[in-house]
């Protein structure tokens, strides 16, 4: 579990960093142009922002799971907290459905979350 704590800090860290300064450099070059995805921004015609837009669904894809893992663990130490016999003997012995279970919760929460709200730039 200490592993992946690290993992997770590092991992949100550089990915902090790393918009920060897209979206210092997005306003200095657009100032008040800028669109809320600063790809967005940019000419669809430009061979790197196409890369760039690539990258990013790659990214998205791969940092995806980093974000599942903490949700899962919390409701996991949640659901062991209740105190229930009953409870714990079934988790023990459906651990893979509730697994699946809680993964495909956090999916529909997230996807419901991007179909609310597919602009950033409302929030």
Known sequence: WRRMDVVLAFSNFL??????????FGLVQFGPKVRSNILDTYDYSDTLITISRACMAVHVCLAFPLLVWPSRTVLDTWLESVPSRGLRHARKRYWLIIYIVETLGVLALAYG????VPDIGVV
């Open 15 to 24: 990915t902090t960093l790393t918009y920060i300064l897209v979206g210092e």
């Open 113 to 116: 979350g991007a179909v609310l």
